[in-house]
T-cell receptor, first 113, second 114 residues
């Protein structure tokens, strides 16, 4: 079985400050990890993924995520948040032997001007 | 939204009526998925397809059926809609057989069952 936990329902930051959205996962084997973003009344958009190799993954819109195997975490980060980053963020995990994704419950990010 | 359309985009129906949602893709991707999104639950997989006429159940498949007669179309049917099926439904596609390929999502269908 595989699962994802996003421990924070909401994250609030000021524009220009660093942004971190937390994610921890559980899989029986080796994971593939993904981050998606959802803007109001839209579908999910892919941000980045971890497959193997370098633990720091860079993605779209200046986002990056750090894979930590010992802590089973894949936190999303952005050095300087923008008001336009306000959205709902989902972490997802897939076991390498499975085609199905499991999503976390989502974290709402609000960036204030 | 990566060549994926969903229809209808909004639907209000009554308990006990059948409902069919359509997902159409122009990408010729092999894998197609149906999810539902509910507050506090994220996205949960209902059914998925790995080819024409090849489908399998996800984690919340009770009360739903699917069909895929063409590569480009994946239909989700609620045989007898219930209020618990009020949700936003998303279709997704992915290309190759490798499990690390990301999924691309359609714009969603908001379904209300009264």
């Amino acid at each position: 079985a595989q699962s994802v936990a996003q421990p924070e329902d909401q994250v609030n930051v000021a524009e220009g400050n660093p942004l971190t959205v937390k994610c921890t996962y559980s899989v029986s084997g080796n994971p593939y990890l993904f981050w998606y973003v959802q803007y109001p009344n839209r579908g999910l958009q892919f941000l980045l993924k971890y497959i193997t190799g370098d633990n720091l993954v860079k993605g779209s819109y200046g986002f990056e995520a750090e894979f930590n195997k010992s802590q089973t975490s894949f936190h999303l980060k952005k050095p300087s948040a923008l008001v336009s980053d306000s959205a709902l963020y989902f972490c997802a995990v897939r076991d390498r032997d499975d085609y199905k994704l499991s999503f976390g419950a989502g974290t709402t990010v609000t960036v204030r001007a | 939204d990566a060549g994926i359309t969903q229809s209808p985009r909004h639907k209000v129906t009554e308990t006990g009526t059948p409902v069919t949602l359509r997902c159409h893709q122009t990408e010729n991707h092999r894998y197609m998925y149906w999810y539902r999104q509910d507050p506090g639950h994220g996205l949960r997989l209902i059914h998925y397809s790995y080819g024409v006429k090849d489908t399998d159940k996800g984690e919340v498949s009770d009360g739903y059926s699917v069909s895929r007669s063409k590569t480009e179309d994946f239909l989700l049917t609620l045989e007898s809609a219930t209020s618990s099926q009020t949700s936003v439904y998303f279709c997704a596609i992915s290309s190759l057989a490798t499990t690390y390929n990301e999924q691309f999502f359609g714009p969603g269908t908001r379904l209300t069952v009264l």
